[in-house]
């Protein structure tokens, strides 16, 4: 099986230039995830960084030396004070003080971070951190001056700042500045070009204000292929239920649905124009005919309550547009093979994803899966229990495969 490339961070070089804030103690944390996805680390610290954190611990964090001037003899910048800068996919600079800001807007070079982003051409990530009075004085006047194509700059958060007050100096957290190293990096991805339509979730159909008819997924496959193809480059649009806790990720359009009807209003016009749609929502194959406009009363006299329901609409049937790649889900609980390859022909589906929810260990709301994929051509492939975020990833490269 193909190599899977889990995130675009993997195998990136990637500077991070730490300088002299209280919050540089947070870059640590930064170079730990960094490494722990993969990318190759070189850690640049100023002279005041050194007064915050120590330079072993982003040694022993990055496994690289860690630079602090132009003229240390184990460096390669002793030799080639912009070595970095050229073999740099990504600079980030975590936390960035006041005074290193003023030095980048002024194109001052004083010292091998600034030097390094000076003679660079990637892409920059800047977290402020600061005072919020030296943040509102001077310092949002000198990073709007920086090119906004190339420096993306993650604005400081309100917070109780290290001097006590509250105010807007806090730096973001490393996840956020991960999460945004991600998206800066997936751009050149196998999916750079195409649109994707994900639904994630389960839908709620009303019988009255407060009671519905609803399932037990929890919308992370659906959410778990977002994330796979944002990192890989697409264009992603997630329609997910109301109810769903997880973070949306950076990057992706996020509609939020409750019903099968909201889904349907919500999702085909944008899937008309899109290259895959990706049906991971367990949409209700029934609704209540009526919807009660006051809460439904316990009538002591009978024992039975009836509901009339009628068939939901099947979205993926009334796309138009015969050139989407379209695939979905068929949450089965016996004859599984059967009764995907049945819903594979009606729907005119591309790829059935088959999975068995009546297992506790996969499907609805675990973070593992086992599945089978059935393509229109009829082949078969049984999958092993994997997490779902790693199964994301194969079912995109079985989706690029049915493209070309
Ligand atoms: C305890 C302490 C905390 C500081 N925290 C910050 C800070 O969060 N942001 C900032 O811009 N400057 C802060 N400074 C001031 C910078 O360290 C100072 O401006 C220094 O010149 C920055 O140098 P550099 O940009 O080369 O690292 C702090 C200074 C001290 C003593």
């Not at 993969?38 to 120590?54: C, D, L, P, T």
């Not at 080639?80 to 030095?103: C, E, M, Q, Y």
């Not at 609980?333 to 390859?341: P, Y």
Request: net charge positive; glycine share 6%; charged share 25%.
């Amino acid at each position: 099986m193909k190599k899977i490339k889990r995130n675009p961070l993997e195998g990136k070089n990637i500077t991070v230039g730490v300088t002299g804030s209280i919050a540089a103690y947070k870059s640590a944390d930064l170079v730990s995830k960094l490494v722990q996805v993969g990318a190759n680390v070189s850690v640049i610290m100023s002279k005041n960084a050194e007064n915050f954190v120590g330079k072993n611990t982003f040694e022993a964090l990055s496994h690289n030396p860690v630079i602090t001037n132009y003229f240390e003899n184990f460096s390669d910048m002793n030799i080639d004070h912009v070595h970095l800068a050229k073999n740099s996919d990504l600079i980030i600079i975590a936390p960035i003080t006041a005074n290193s800001i003023a030095k980048i807007s002024h194109g001052i070079t004083d010292d091998p971070i600034t030097g390094t982003i000076s003679a660079s051409k990637s892409p920059v990530i800047l977290a402020p951190a600061m005072d919020a009075g030296m943040y509102e004085n001077n310092v949002s006047k000198n990073l709007k001056s920086l090119d906004k194509n190339r420096f993306c700059i993650l604005e400081p958060q309100i917070g109780r700042l290290a001097s006590g007050i509250t105010g807007k100096g806090r730096m973001v957290d490393p996840n956020f500045i991960l999460e945004n190293a991600m998206l800066l990096m997936s751009k050149t991805g196998d999916l750079k070009t195409r649109k994707i339509i994900i639904s994630a979730g389960g839908t709620r159909e009303f019988i009255d204000p407060v009671r519905y008819i609803g399932n037990k997924s929890s919308g992370k496959m659906g959410y778990a292929i977002a994330t796979a193809a944002r990192d890989r480059g697409a264009n992603v649009s997630l329609f997910s239920a109301k109810n769903i806790s997880l973070p949306v990720p950076l990057g992706v359009i996020n509609h939020y649905i409750e019903t099968s009807s909201d889904l349907e209003k919500t999702i085909l016009p944008n899937a008309e124009s899109s290259d895959i749609i990706f049906m991971a929502a367990a949409v209700c194959d029934f609704k209540p005919k009526n919807i009660e406009i006051n809460k439904i009363k316990k009538n002591p006299k009978e024992n039975n309550f009836n509901i009339e329901l009628e068939k939901t609409s099947d979205i993926i049937k009334q796309l138009k547009n015969k050139n989407i790649t379209k695939i979905a889900f068929a949450a089965e609980t016996e004859n599984i093979i059967e009764n995907a390859k049945i819903k594979l022909k009606e729907k005119n589906l591309d790829m059935i994803i088959a999975n068995d929810v009546s297992r506790e260990d996969i499907g609805f709301n675990s973070d593992n899966n086992q599945v089978t994929l059935i393509q229109k051509n009829g082949s078969i492939t049984e999958l092993p229990v994997m997490p779902k975020t790693e199964l994301a990833h194969i079912l995109l490269d079985e989706t690029i495969s049915l493209i070309s």
